[in-house]
């Protein structure tokens, strides 16, 4: 069984991110960056699943430009087989990213695509979705926990009021919570070996996707800062604040 | 303003210029030990350390001061976050990084393992502890051991499964080693080497007892008594065991305890992640292997070769040592100058309305930041310099070149070891004083970043013998021929310089010019001097000063590789040097005097008169 995994190379999540002077976005120049966090987790969801022999080979596969050829050896070192890099400069719109990916996985025939819910730079959590219903496959989203078992895949899930036990077909979209496991750390060796592995570079063009632009950044700007707080002496003002508030 | 990267433990950026554009370490990979390597192997490398460092080493760090290692009677007890951190080391690959592919390693560099492990020494220095004397226990036994020596215990220790210590003070004999009581009794043949006994008491064991590794193996110094059973004494009668905690037996399972047992653990001022141990060899009371006394231990190379062979483990040890001070002296800077942006104390104007601004716009407190960064800085360079020269005189072919790079070696780890153990424990002093009354509590680091650091100028050789080691020896070795080399290497940083179009990379060039001949003058001073007790007499001063030298010099490499580029960061590096040439370099004027009065005062001293 293939497994697809999407890695996205992110600003990393030690950065304390800042907002460009001219508000056009956030400063990613000279900065940190890694492996999506929750991208990780799907990565060693599928070598974990590859190591109890339910998956036989993991393709990573990101979307980006040439830095991102990083990120894929990253994940090679994890223990993906082989990678493939859709190399695109510049910005990428989601739905873009979704479509290469959704024409990679056909074109693979895999069984599994795994990502992380979201990414943490933009937390727009569509990915996945957007892969699903583009192929019109099943999706299983917030994973918590996944078994593969023939052409099902059973996929545990958090939800507001608790967990929430999917059954799927197989091919399907499975997208990794937070606590779906903890990844391990690179090993030395697995570094120099993943050096070795094949990296298949493909762009939009050669696998038939035509960029869009739905959407447009208008403005980026960092939360306000906490005003000062007021002391009040007595219940009575507390109430009345509030209230002045609209809070109550 | 702050920069994106906010690690508190090491600044990436700041390695990666050391490492990159100074160093040149890429150019480490046209030789072909290390032709698999790119850059982005070193800086996946890097990330791997910098996150185990920063997710499983730095959260322990104040719980395994607060809760120290105990001591049940039989064993030592460490808090399981330590054992946690360690496996992931392990499981990683950490421990056997520099090794060949053979032995799971992956052909790493010395300098970028040293760049490394800088993040766990700066995370924890504790537990750092663990690793690091097992890889240096490991390259002694790859240089010095047999092959089945090194199968047997080695091996191991590169999986991480044992862990390694070095065994050489005893309670009477800690800088005189010449002093070493125990003893070793041959008993027969083994396939790991002449078996002998060993009995005898070993001090201030790090690491010396746990229950971290399947297996501790003890590398101990001991005496062969000869045919007549007399010991022959001084440092040459000593040679060199393999005193395992198990034994081993053929098939590399563990088999009997072996006859060594904790005594007592020592209790620290700092660096209590690593338990430290008085461990007693040969009791013949709880363990007797063969139902025998004495700790079976098998001698490494030939006998009464001991000492030699335990320098290599030293001279590696002298420079982590160097590092782990350096690591601590980084992370207390770091630590201060984050609260000395972000914590409001002063005004600038006399406007009590006017909102408060960040200590760090004072000048006393960028004064005390630069001091830090002059001291953290410069040190890591020194240290990265040193473990780059090991990687370059491994794979140098050339023996009149290899000796080149060997002299040099020898005379810069004194300094390597010492002027970080010095300066970057002044650096968390600093750091103490930049957060005020918060920095002398315990809920901030910067307290226990110098009760950890304070060690470093008392162990591996104090500051004192290494003021004996660098003026009664290092400087006088092979007709001054280390002393030579390091002079045409500092006089050729100075020739660059003086040759540029920038007036202050000028100015310090000459003024390091200035007290590089001064060093010169004073050492054919002492050297000339009546006796050698006037010589050595001041030499921890000479150390110092020798030391600031050196720095002088790292800092003007430094400023030569940031030349012409701007930024906020080559701006700090041109501020940090310059701070180090007028607030530093002229502190060794008056040194220099004194040393060359030949002064008498501490020899004339009589101990009645205290």
Not at chain 1, 89 to 112: D, M, W, Y
Not at chain 2, 99 to 127: H, I, R, S, W
Not at chain 2, 322 to 333: Q, S, V
Not at chain 2, 538 to 557: D, K, P, R, T
């Amino acid at each position: 069984m293939k497994a697809l995994v999407s890695v996205k190379r992110a600003v990393d999540y030690n950065v304390r991110i800042q907002v460009k002077p001219d508000g056009s976005g956030v400063v990613t120049e000279g900065v940190k960056h890694s492996m999506n966090p929750f991208d990780e987790i799907a990565m060693e969801e599928a070598v974990r699943l590859k190591e109890k022999g339910k998956i036989t080979e993991i393709i990573a596969i990101t979307v980006g430009g040439a830095k991102n050829e990083e990120t894929l050896r990253s994940a090679l070192a994890f223990g993906a087989d082989r990678a493939i890099h859709i190399k695109e400069e510049g910005e990428i719109q989601p739905l873009t990213a979704a479509k290469a990916l959704a024409a990679a996985f056909k074109k693979e025939g895999a069984q599994v695509f795994f990502a992380g819910k979201q990414a943490i730079d933009d937390d727009a959590n569509q990915t996945g979705q957007m892969v699903a219903s583009l192929l019109d496959l099943p999706q299983a989203t917030f994973a918590s926990k996944v078994e593969l078992d023939g052409n099902k895949a059973t996929v545990t899930r958090e939800v507001d009021a608790g967990l929430e036990t999917l059954e799927v077909d197989l091919p399907a979209v499975i997208t990794a919570d937070l606590r779906l496991n903890e990844p391990r750390y690179l090993k030395l060796p697995d570094i120099m070996k993943a050096k070795k592995k094949p990296i298949d570079v493909q762009s939009f063009s050669s696998l038939g996707v035509t960029p869009g632009a739905g959407l447009k950044t208008t403005k980026t700007s960092a939360p306000p800062k906490r005003s000062k707080g007021i002391v009040v002496k007595t219940v009575d003002e507390l109430v009345a604040a509030l209230k002045g508030k609209g809070l109550l | 303003m702050t920069s994106a990267s906010q690690s508190l433990l090491l600044s990436r950026r700041d390695l990666e210029f050391m490492l990159f554009e100074w160093l040149d370490v890429e150019a480490l990979t046209q030789l072909p030990r290390f032709r698999d390597h790119e850059r982005a192997t070193f800086e996946a490398v890097l990330d791997t350390y910098e996150r185990i460092a920063t997710e499983l080493f730095a959260p322990h760090y104040q719980k395994s001061d607060r809760e120290e290692p105990s001591f049940d009677g039989h064993t030592a007890h460490v808090i399981p976050e330590v054992g946690v951190a360690l496996k992931a080391v392990a499981e990683s690959g950490l421990f056997a990084a520099t090794q060949d592919y053979a032995f799971g390693g992956m052909q790493l560099p010395c300098v970028m393992e040293k760049a490394g492990l800088a993040y766990l020494l700066a995370a924890n220095v504790g537990t750092a502890a663990y690793p690091f004397l097992s890889i240096g226990n490991a390259n002694l036994l790859l240089a010095h051991g047999s092959a089945t020596q090194i199968k047997t215990f080695v091996e191991p220790m590169l999986r991480g499964a044992f862990f390694g210590t070095m065994c050489l003070s005893e309670p009477q004999a800690g800088s005189s080693l010449a002093d070493i009581a125990t003893r070793a009794a041959y008993e027969a043949d083994s396939v790991l080497g002449p078996q002998y006994r060993i009995s005898g008491s070993k001090m201030w064991i790090s690491a010396g007892e746990h229950e971290l590794s399947d297996n501790i193996v003890h590398l101990v110094l001991a005496r062969i008594p000869g045919p007549d059973g007399a010991l022959i004494p001084g440092v040459k009668g000593l040679s060199l065991f393999i005193v395992p905690k198990f034994l081993v037996r053929d098939d590399g399972s563990l088999g009997e305890r072996n006859d060594v047992v904790l005594a007592g653990l020592n209790h620290k001022m700092g660096c209590r992640g690593t338990t430290n141990c008085l461990l007693n060899f040969g009791e013949g009371t709880r363990h007797r292997p063969g139902d025998r006394a004495g700790a079976v231990g098998y001698l490494i190379g030939r006998p009464h070769l001991g000492m030699s062979y335990m320098f290599h483990m030293m001279n590696e040890a002298r420079i982590g040592v160097g590092l782990g001070a350096t690591a601590l002296g980084y992370t207390g800077y770091l630590h201060a100058l984050d609260y000395a942006r972000n914590r409001p104390q002063g005004r600038a104007g006399k406007d009590p309305l006017a909102p408060q601004r960040p200590i760090v716009e004072h000048a006393d407190v960028r004064r005390m930041l630069l001091a830090q960064k002059a001291y953290a800085e410069g040190a890591l360079a020194l240290n990265l310099y040193c473990a780059r020269l090991i990687d370059q005189m491994q794979a140098e072919t050339d023996e009149a070149a290899r000796t080149e790079l060997d002299v040099l070696l020898e005379i810069l780890t004194p300094i390597a070891k010492s002027w970080p153990s010095q300066w970057c424990v002044a650096a968390n002093d600093l750091a103490i004083q930049v957060h005020g009354g918060y920095g002398y509590t315990r809920e901030y680091k910067v307290e226990q970043f110098y009760r950890d650091n304070r060690l470093n100028p008392i162990h591996e050789g104090t500051h004192g013998i290494h003021g004996l080691d660098l003026l009664g020896r290092k400087v006088a070795m092979k007709q001054g021929a280390a002393l030579d080399v390091l002079r045409n290497r500092i006089q050729r940083t100075i020739e660059r310089a003086a040759t540029t179009d920038d007036e202050s990379l000028r100015t310090s060039a000459g003024a390091l010019g200035v007290q590089l001949v001064r060093l010169l003058l004073v050492t054919r001073r002492l050297w000339e001097a009546p006796d050698a007790s006037v010589t050595l007499a001041n030499a921890s001063l000479y150390l110092e000063a020798f030391g600031h030298v050196v720095m002088a010099w790292i800092w003007l490499e430094q400023l030569l590789t940031a030349q012409g580029k701007s930024g906020d960061f080559y701006e700090g590096k041109r501020a940090a040097a310059r701070y180090f040439f007028r607030y530093e370099l002229p502190r060794i004027g008056p040194q220099f005097d004194l040393l060359t009065s030949l002064d008498t005062t501490t020899l004339d001293m009589a101990d009645a008169w205290f």
